[in-house]
């Protein structure tokens, strides 16, 4: 399957009406979409406030309103392009068709490199989940997530029926604990003074190889 990105609304559907394009009115509406981000990233979604993201802009907070008619709206922008964006690179990893291995290893590494440009998504769903979790109008999270969780499974289950991998692997399980190594926030990797593919490579490493030797060849002593 392709992308569903159409735009900067919700996923699988058209942006929002008032996205603007290029020139002045479309840069100073992507300014203040990086601006609120880099506010929800430090202070919290829910502690932000309208005027200090106008603010922040350099703007009046009225005039906030002739590019979105709420904070909501903002955050919408910003998590629906966030979702957009790591939902085409499964379904990319998807259609390729490769073994199960193959395609766990293109979801490790492109995804890595997509969330390592929406840092403030990242920090957003990991501070306010239990907001955005209740609202409706954030509901394809939480749809969204659900595909991430199933495509993760699928393959460990086809790697499971082929041999590729152990038998008594918990496909769920698995995924749960690589997830928070994938989606953890990427500060940590600059502080680490690791690069993304770094990162990505030492955790393929670690699904695929693990951390003990492999015996010798040879007879068991």
Do not use: C
């Not at 629906?80 to 990319?92: K, P």
């Not at 008594?168 to 994938?182: E, I």
């Amino acid at each position: 399957m392709g992308s569903t990105r159409q735009g900067s609304g919700r996923p699988g559907r058209p942006g929002s009406a008032g996205a603007g394009g290029g020139g002045p009115a479309g840069q100073r509406r992507a300014d203040v979409v990086q601006l609120a981000g880099e506010l929800f990233a430090q202070k919290g979604f829910r502690a932000t406030t309208v005027r200090e993201i106008a603010d922040a802009a350099g703007i009046l907070s009225g005039s906030l309103y002739h590019h979105f008619d709420s904070k909501e709206s903002i955050g919408d922008e910003i998590l629906s392009g966030f979702i957009n964006d790591v939902l085409a690179d499964y379904r990319a990893a998807v259609s390729s068709a490769g073994s199960p291995r193959d395609v766990l290893e293109q979801i490790v590494r492109s995804t890595s490199r997509t969330l390592s440009r929406h840092r403030a998504a990242l920090a957003m769903l990991q501070n306010d989940w239990s907001y955005f979790s209740t609202q409706p109008r954030f509901g394809y999270l939480r749809a969204a997530l659900g595909e991430i969780e199933r495509t993760w499974v699928a393959q460990l289950e086809r790697g499971k029926e082929s041999g590729l991998f152990r038998a008594d692997l918990d496909a769920r399980l698995t995924y749960r604990l690589l997830r928070d190594v994938l989606w953890i926030p990427a500060q940590w990797r600059v502080a680490g003074g690791y690069t993304t593919d770094q990162v990505a490579g030492g955790l393929l490493r670690l699904l695929f190889e693990g951390i003990t030797n492999p015996r010798p060849a040879g007879p068991p002593p």
